[in-house]
């Protein structure tokens, strides 16, 4: 069983920016596409970001298309959410996932997930 641990959640003022890192345990990292949700406080959880294995196609939430990235080091066992120009309605805990595709990732066909970690945007 595949551990995911994210981590570079906290408290930032509108138009800020974060970086979230997911570090998975195992070997089996680099054969698995990856991704980033979100579950805000009363809402459904929600596709961010996916990422393919080989990092060569990358997917986004068209509310975050242009402000945030997705990206990997299969070396390191690490994927990434670069956030840029954050908004108050970002505001969510973040959970990085594992699927087989990012296109299962879309459809929340996740097979491992982590514990999650906090992002506020302050107004």
């Known amino acids: 069983q595949v551990q995911l641990v994210e981590s570079g959640g906290g408290l930032v003022q509108a138009g800020g920016s974060l970086r979230l890192s997911c570090a998975a345990s195992?070997?089996?990292?680099?054969?698995?596409?990856m991704g980033w949700f979100r579950q805000a406080p009363g809402k459904e959880r929600e596709f961010v970001a996916g990422?393919?294995?080989?990092?060569?196609?990358?997917n986004y939430l068209d509310s975050v298309k242009g402000r945030f990235f997705i990206s990997r080091d299969n070396a390191k066992n690490t994927v990434y959410l670069q956030m840029n120009s954050l908004k108050p309605e970002d505001t969510a805990v973040y959970y990085c996932?594992?699927?087989?595709?990012?296109?299962?990732?879309?459809?929340?066909?996740?097979?491992?997930w982590g514990q999650g970690t906090q992002v506020t945007v302050s107004s």
């Open positions: 990422i393919t294995w080989n990092g060569a196609g990358t």
């Open positions: 195992g070997r089996t990292f680099s054969s698995y596409a």
């Open positions: 996932a594992r699927s087989i595709t990012v296109s299962s990732l879309k459809t929340h066909r996740v097979d491992s």
